[in-house]
């Protein structure tokens, strides 16, 4: 097997670029919010962010295991965004914004079913 191929190319970059670091960010943060998994997920990146350097070098020790088994063509880049603190604080200000967008919608339709309840009892 080569291990020159695909596998090198990947370990190659060291800096992910801001626009790609962006995109991934934006699409972690709404899959925790889709997920309703906000919480949670602040709170393990809280715990996790002092650590975020040793949390992405065990990805790295992990990466043959984990793309044997899976199909992960963004975990490289994941790794980098995550290895730096910056990123991990990133992340969960979006996760937090996301979190209270989907709340106020969740409120606003909350709010609106009772106003159409109080309507239909005027009638």
Same mark, same amino acid.
């Given at each position: 097997?080569?291990?020159?191929?695909?596998?090198?190319?990947?370990?190659?970059?060291?800096?992910?670029?801001?626009?790609?670091? /962006?995109?991934?960010?934006?699409?972690?943060? +709404?899959?925790?919010?889709? +997920?309703?998994?906000?919480?949670?997920?602040? $709170? $393990?990146?809280?715990?996790?962010?002092?650590?975020?350097?040793?949390?992405?070098?065990?990805?790295?020790?992990? /990466?043959?295991?984990?793309?044997? =088994?899976?199909?992960?063509?963004?975990?490289?880049?994941? +790794?980098?965004?995550?290895?730096?603190?910056?990123?991990?604080?990133?992340?969960? +200000?979006? =996760?937090?914004?996301?979190?209270?967008?989907?709340?106020?919608?969740?409120?606003?339709?909350?709010?609106?079913?009772?106003?159409?309840?109080?309507?239909?009892?005027?009638?």
């Amino acid at each position: 097997m080569d291990f020159r191929g695909s596998q090198s190319s990947h370990f190659e970059e060291f800096e992910l670029p801001d626009e790609r670091r /962006d995109e991934l960010v934006e699409k972690i943060a +709404r899959a925790v919010v889709d +997920r309703n998994l906000a919480a949670p997920a602040i $709170f $393990f990146l809280e715990t996790m962010k002092p650590l975020s350097f040793v949390g992405s070098q065990v990805m790295v020790f992990f /990466d043959p295991i984990v793309r044997s =088994i899976f199909d992960f063509g963004q975990y490289n880049e994941v +790794r980098l965004a995550l290895e730096h603190r910056e990123n991990v604080e990133l992340l969960l +200000r979006k =996760i937090e914004a996301y979190d209270a967008d989907f709340r106020r919608g969740l409120k606003e339709k909350k709010q609106e079913r009772r106003e159409r309840k109080r309507a239909r009892r005027g009638k």
